[in-house]
């Protein structure tokens, strides 16, 4: 059973870098058949796709990665292969950023999800 944390600071100050990061387990991210993205929900929004859920990036299997435009200038997604870790940076963080972040891991070739992590809260203080 794949199995995906995330973790990081929950409460970042306006201009400061938001990080989060996903520890994986019962499968390993240098799988050739899957990648790592990463999404987010900002508050307030249903869960439906197309409704609230904005894509982030994504990270494959060989360290390639591509981002959403809108987030590019300010996003970084890393790996960490001894760890089996996804990682991601937000830097000059707004409240806009303000959301519940998700990793998921997603097949390589649909980009479909299958593996969500549980979400976490981060807030961005004005």
């Known amino acids: 059973q794949v199995q995906l944390q995330e973790s990081g600071p929950g409460l970042v100050k306006s201009s400061q870098t938001l990080s989060r990061a996903c520890n994986v387990s019962?499968?390993?991210?240098?799988?050739?058949?899957?990648?790592w993205s990463w999404i987010r929900q900002p508050m307030g929004k249903g869960l439906e796709l197309g409704k609230g859920?904005?894509?982030?990036?994504?990270?494959?299997?060989?360290?390639?990665?591509d981002y959403n435009p809108a987030l590019k200038s300010r996003t970084s997604i890393s790996r960490d292969t001894s760890k089996n870790q996804i990682s991601l940076q937000l830097r000059s963080a707004t409240p806009d950023d303000t959301a519940a972040y998700y990793c998921?891991?997603?097949?390589?070739?649909?980009?479909?999800?299958?593996?969500w992590g549980q979400g976490t809260q981060v807030t961005v203080s004005a």
């Open positions: 998921v891991r997603v097949h390589i070739q649909s980009l479909a999800g299958d593996y």
């Open positions: 019962g499968g390993t991210i240098t799988d050739t058949y899957y990648a």
């Open positions: 859920l904005e894509w982030m990036g994504v990270i494959r299997y060989d360290g390639s990665t």
